[in-house]
């Protein structure tokens, strides 16, 4: 009986992704003692036919906190956005959860019994966006130069979200924490918290963007613990591109001592020639080898 889970979720336009996040997974020996779950969102049934031979369990998303029909004009994939707040409930049978979004893939199995061993004791294990090499945490208008006008995400979304201002001014400069891969045990009093805040955010803001919001008021003002890991466990690459070590054939941090990249995400997207690499396997962007080189790749999954 596996005791542990990585969870994601896809639509059909996402199907190509969510396969190589798969695939990343089950190459490394470990994952055998690993479920992987899916949380259906729009899959095809020739999709979940392909799926159902790779992972042990498929659920269909719901919307699992009430939400007007205007703001879904049918995205069915934000119910992302709603059911990874509620695992529990769709794999009752795991101890621990793992999520891991599917423009994201797994380059070294260390990130993830990281995550798993981060969520013991009821804390999230999760990663905040920021670290070496990031130039600018949070958007600033200065106003006659001299008043600032703050613009970072986490006020924004909150400021929409009707949260009332003494919790937006403290989240403004708080470092932002990306939902996009994150872990709990199943009996922890995080994910409670988590839906409350995430049932408020959801009144009054949009839906995507939600969870995230919910999650960061969940540590930032109420006070979840959580256990806080390295960047490249949630290696965002639209914030900073990783280099590449050729001796080894493997994506590391750009700054010394260039630690191992272990989960690559490629939220928002890497763009070239108004094409994004989530969507067009055959984008290629120049970055840099350990040895100072420029060479073309992509930054998704390969076998």
């Known amino acids: ?6 969870v994601s979720l896809a639509d059909s336009n996402y199907f190509p992704l969510l396969e190589e996040l798969i695939d990343s997974i089950k190459r490394f020996k470990e994952s055998e003692n690993i479920a992987i779950c899916i949380l259906d969102a729009g899959l095809t049934h020739d999709q979940k036919e392909i799926l159902l031979k790779k992972v042990d369990k498929i659920e269909s998303a719901e919307w699992d906190i009430e939400v007007p029909e205007f703001k879904v004009k049918g995205k069915e994939w934000l119910k992302s956005q709603v059911s990874r707040a509620f695992l529990p409930k769709y794999f009752p049978s795991y101890e621990k959860y793992l999520w891991i979004d599917c423009d994201a893939w797994v380059n070294d ?3 993830v019994e990281l995550y798993f061993k981060a969520s013991e004791g009821g804390k999230l294990g999760i990663t905040q966006t920021i670290g070496p090499g990031y130039k600018i945490t949070s958007k600033v208008n200065w106003l006659f130069g001299k008043i600032a006008i703050i613009k970072s995400q986490n006020f924004k979304h909150a400021i929409k979200s009707n949260i009332g201002y ?6 403004a400069f708080a470092p932002h924490i990306n939902i996009g891969v994150f872990s709990l045990e199943k009996n922890s009093r995080a994910w409670e918290i988590w839906q409350n805040n995430l049932s408020k955010t959801l009144k009054a803001g949009n839906i995507f963007g939600s969870e995230g919001l919910a999650i960061n008021i969940s540590v930032y003002i109420d006070d979840l613990e959580t256990e806080f890991l390295p960047l490249n466990c949630n290696w965002l690459t639209s914030n900073l591109l990783p280099k590449f070590d ?3 054939q493997t994506f590391v941090e750009p ?3 260039n630690y191992k990249i272990g989960i690559m995400h490629l939220a928002a997207g890497i763009w070239k020639d108004g094409k994004d690499m989530r969507v067009d396997k055959s984008i290629k962007i120049e970055i840099q080898t350990l040895d100072n080189k420029k060479i073309t790749k992509s930054l998704r999954y390969n076998t």
Do not use: T
């Open 1 to 6: 009986m596996k005791k542990n889970a990585i």
């Open 109 to 111: 199995w260390n990130s």
């Open 166 to 171: 003494a919790k937006a001014r403290k989240l």
């Open 246 to 248: 050729e001796l080894n």
């Open 255 to 257: 700054y010394l001592p």
